[in-house]
């Protein structure tokens, strides 16, 4: 009985969708590029909680048809058992498990892989990089349910060295380049910052490296300059030693929401949130992602638009509040859609860590931004001495 069971289970996995696609794939196509969109907390492709990534996925499977696209919802409440997810962050390791485990059945040498997320989302993608780069990629035949936590489970604890090297060995592709990372406004805090728990959450959750892997060939993220919740405070790439050309981090005006495009029902603040989306396209257009000529009108933008604020909804129990560091990192660098006002407030907070910004400011980096006219789509102003990545004549 125990075997008829197990050849009934085998039967059903060769014959699902999603392995008959891997299967038809494999054979006489050329390198694909692959697009993981991992959503933050609520979002989802319903029209009252389309994100940015939402919006990127809709875009990306209508628009480009030759890409090959996953998007991976928030944490949502759908009932009082979610709570917990939506509130402390369980739940992440299955948004990352679920978008590794789609990626293994898709990937084949000489594809490229492109990871963005927001928020949540955003810690989703970059977990999802580094255990690509520890652990390793399962080839498509070992691309079940199994292994793929196993494949967690390896990254997540402190695996003997030979284990994790005999897994990789048997089971994984030799090296699985990632031409891309790119995140919205990366959260620190999984979780509601209660007494001592968090502390433990976050040690169960945390980052095994706050650098670009090594397996990572560009790294970028658009980070929220006006907002103050201190749970949302933002991981921001330490670019020293790794290679500052591979990383650019960029302050665009608004809070939290809009720098992911999570407005709810305040559809006035898409034109503020379109500058970033742009933006991390933009990026992903430069390292070779197809993308239809003009695309970009698809997306209005006004760095005029308002803002969907730090206090509406639920963000009103959040009262731990602080200004956000600007220029921690040399890869930092504010959008040029930031206006003059906007920068000089960024520049001259009193929590800066460089003082020696506030003299780059005054000599240089304003009168600058007089001459560039800080248009929507523009090019991001070098903090401190970082490298402008950003061709000149991005629209």
């Known amino acids: 009985m125990r075997g008829l069971f197990e050849r009934l289970i085998s039967t059903f996995r060769r014959r699902s969708p999603e392995r008959a696609e891997a299967r038809q794939v494999a054979h006489g196509r050329g390198p694909l590029d692959h697009v993981v969109l991992l959503d933050g907390t609520m979002g989802s492709l319903r029209a009252d909680r389309l994100t940015s990534i939402g919006l990127i996925y809709r875009f990306l499977r209508r628009a480009a048809p030759k890409v090959s696209v996953y998007y991976g919802r928030g944490l949502q409440w759908r009932e009082w058992h979610d709570v917990s997810d939506v509130w402390f962050g369980f739940g992440v390791n299955k948004q990352i498990?679920?978008?590794?485990?789609?990626?293994?059945?898709?990937?084949?040498?000489?594809?490229?892989?492109?990871?963005?997320?927001?928020?949540?989302?955003?810690f989703a993608a970059r977990s999802l990089a580094g255990m690509i780069e520890r652990v390793g990629l399962l080839r498509p035949e070992h691309a079940i349910e199994r292994n793929t936590r196993l494949a967690w489970r390896h990254y997540e604890g402190e695996t003997p060295a030979p284990i994790m090297t005999g897994f990789r060995h048997s089971l994984c592709h030799e090296r699985v380049p990632i031409e891309m990372v790119g995140v919205f406004d990366t959260v620190q805090a999984l979780g509601v910052r209660l007494p001592f728990f968090w502390l433990v959450r976050e040690a169960q959750v945390r980052f095994h490296d706050h650098q670009l892997g090594q397996s990572v060939n560009h790294g970028y993220q658009a980070l929220a300059l006006d907002e103050t919740r201190s749970v949302l405070e933002p991981m921001v790439w330490d670019s020293e030693g790794t290679g500052a050309t591979r990383i650019e981090q960029c302050w665009f005006r608004g809070a939290h929401g809009d720098i992911g495009g999570q407005l709810g029902h305040f559809g006035d603040a898409r034109p503020l949130a379109n500058?970033?989306?742009?933006?991390?396209?933009?990026?992903?257009?430069?390292?070779?992602l197809a993308l239809p000529p003009g695309w970009q009108q698809e997306f209005p933008r006004d760095p005029g638009a308002p803002s969907v604020g730090t206090w509406g909804g639920w963000a009103k129990l959040f009262w731990l509040r602080a200004p956000r560091v600007v220029g921690r990192d040399p890869s930092e660098g504010l959008h040029d859609s930031v206006t003059l006002p906007e920068r000089s407030r960024a520049l001259f907070r009193p929590r800066i860590l460089?003082?020696?910004?506030?003299?780059?400011?005054?000599?240089?980096?304003?009168?600058?931004?007089?001459?560039?006219?800080?248009?929507?789509?523009?090019?991001?102003?070098?903090?401190?001495?970082?490298?402008?990545?950003?061709?000149?004549?991005?629209?």
């Open 97 to 122: 498990e679920r978008a590794y485990g789609w990626l293994a059945m898709r990937y084949r040498p000489g594809d490229r892989v492109f990871l963005i997320g927001y928020s949540r989302g955003a």
């Open 275 to 288: 500058i970033p989306l742009v933006w991390m396209l933009e990026k992903a257009e430069t390292l070779g």
């Open 354 to 395: 460089r003082p020696e910004i506030r003299r780059l400011a005054r000599d240089s980096e304003l009168g600058r931004h007089d001459e560039t006219g800080g248009g929507a789509g523009g090019v991001k102003t070098p903090i401190l001495g970082a490298p402008d990545l950003t061709p000149r004549d991005a629209g």
